[in-house]
């Protein structure tokens, strides 16, 4: 079974689904921490699986996007520093990774998250985004 991560509006880093209880989610933090708390139905969780980032053609997904930084980094942090770079700095690195993104539709603070939970990934040891967040033939075909 492949791990659902998770991001929580107002909660910072991403976090990794534990368990599912009657009116709450059981999650665990990826940071150093470890730490595991509730994510209740007034919380809004986004699983990385369902995020898509905008193309002049079709969207592509969060995943996606995620095995392509991870190909241009070698599986290492990213090395642009996206806390101090300039837009240029972001939108120039970004084209590397999805060259036809939208660029009227994709901000800063879009590539930032973006750089942010890539790091995050990488530092909590995960970096099969593809078991992650590319849901097998099989998978696919048991949910229909």
Known sequence: MSET????AGKPGLFKLVSRGKANLIVEALDETHRRQPAFATDRVTSLGDITMFTTDDDIRLGEVLIKLRNK???QP?????????????HNYFAEIV????RDRV???????LIQWYNILISAGITDFEEIFM??????????
Do not use: F, G
């Open 135 to 144: 849901p097998k033939q099989d998978e696919l075909n048991s949910q229909e």
């Open 5 to 8: 991560i998770l991001s929580i």
């Open 78 to 90: 990213a090395s642009l520093n996206w806390r101090k770079a300039s837009a240029t700095e972001l």
């Open 99 to 102: 060259p036809n993104y939208d």
């Open 107 to 113: 901000h800063n603070s879009d590539i930032k998250k």
């Open 73 to 75: 980094e070698s599986s």
